[in-house]
């Protein structure tokens, strides 16, 4: 997939014409992330510019006051930020990262640019298992499985492939007004470098499955995509460039009548905001709240996702993807391989499910692999090096 970045779609749009040399300057009046306040949500925010590009309060107007100033000279680091992602060398080359101006840094190579939607990989998906039952299964398979993992900002920040991070029960307006001083901003702060420090394309998620039961308890979509954007942009101005943000909801979500508020589109950070569209697949069958009895195939569960991210001209993920235990398992996951295959030009990662319900209306469901064919039918994923990698 072509590099492609928040600040190059917009200069394409025709709604910045400015220089690299200048950008960061001309961006405070001209562009913020998609019409992100730049100041705090307390009701004193300075927007610079909405989603379409036309002028907002705050835009084009002397900056009088010390908020003002203040307010001006973070939307000027979240815009270097961005413009230091739109400038990022492309996969497998080694040059350097302008988001560490001056300092001569250099990408690792095999890093992957942000807009490509995966770890660079030759275009070979990763294939791993969630943690939980990460090291039953490298057990299982006797074969190096990626492995994706999940915490909150308040812990460290695990080695994985793939992470999947919240603020675990923090409203999301809370954390999209987390500012400088405060404690979570300061934590996703540690994140971001962290992150960055290590190198090598890191698939990030915040706050999965949002349109699942957290909407009942930390606020709506427009809040969630607040908290999405406002994480994403403490990342960019840390530099840490080398995060492919993955949008992970529930596969349900995109097949969902679209007048229901678990629809995945009311849910999208935006364009501008996602590297990757991740969907968690399952076949329940029998088992879990509100099962049908009805048998899908990953085909049936997954294709609803990879429209959408082909209509975003987006690469997809199955962060989580599993079936609940039944004498047809080995074939389904035999039959998710060829489905896997058959759309290498848009997969990144899928992780098997292997480990037991997180939560209680589902606890009769059993995602583990137990057979030595289930677990010879994921290592035989993971030994097919022509479309997989770890």
Not at 172 to 182: F, H, I, K, M, T
Request: charged share 15%; glycine share 10%; net charge negative.
């Amino acid at each position: 997939m072509p590099l492609s970045s928040p600040v190059t779609r917009r200069v394409r749009n025709g709604l910045l014409a400015t220089t690299t040399a200048t950008a960061a300057v001309a961006l405070v009046f001209a562009l913020s992330p998609a019409g992100e306040p730049v100041a705090s949500a307390a009701g004193s925010a300075v927007f610079v510019a909405d989603p379409g590009g036309a002028a907002a309060p705050g835009a084009g107007r002397a900056h009088g006051t010390a908020a003002e100033a203040d307010a001006a000279d973070r939307a000027a680091r979240t815009a270097a930020a961005h413009i230091a992602r739109a400038h990022r060398p492309s996969p497998g080359s080694a040059a350097v990262d302008s988001s560490a101006a001056g300092s001569g840094e250099t990408l690792a190579a095999g890093s992957a640019a942000p807009g490509a939607g995966g770890p660079s990989t030759g275009d070979r998906i990763v294939v791993g298992s969630v943690a939980g039952g990460y090291q039953q299964a490298l057990a299982g398979t006797g074969v190096p499985l990626a492995d994706h993992a999940y915490a909150f900002f308040t812990g460290n920040v695990p080695q994985a492939q793939m992470i999947t991070v919240s603020a675990a029960g923090t409203p999301w307006r809370e954390v999209a007004a987390a500012g400088p001083g405060s404690t979570l901003y300061g934590q996703i702060v540690r994140w971001a470098q962290t992150i960055k420090a290590r190198g090598g394309a890191v698939m990030v998620a915040y706050n999965h499955e949002p349109e699942g039961h957290d909407r009942l308890e930390l606020g709506s979509a427009a809040d969630f995509i607040a908290a999405y954007r406002h994480v994403e942009t403490i990342f960019d101005q840390q530099g840490a460039s080398n995060v492919v943000w993955t949008w992970q909801m529930t596969a349900y979500a995109f097949r969902t009548n679209s007048s229901s508020d678990q629809y995945a589109a009311r849910w999208y950070p935006g364009d501008d905001w996602i590297d990757n569209v991740g969907a968690d697949a399952y076949n329940w069958y029998t088992c879990g709240a509100g099962s049908n009895g009805q048998y899908n195939e990953l085909q049936q569960i997954g294709d609803p996702v990879l429209a959408f991210a082909r209509a975003h001209g987006k690469k997809a993920s199955f962060p989580e993807f599993a079936s609940h235990a039944n004498a047809d398992r080995t074939q389904w996951l035999g039959n998710a391989h060829q489905y896997f295959v058959r759309n290498q030009d848009i997969l990144t990662a899928a992780f098997y499910f292997n480990r037991p319900p997180t939560l209680a209306a589902n606890a009769d469901c059993r995602w583990g692999l137990t057979s030595a064919s289930e677990f010879g039918a994921l290592r035989q994923m993971a030994q097919d090096t022509a479309h997989f990698t770890v």
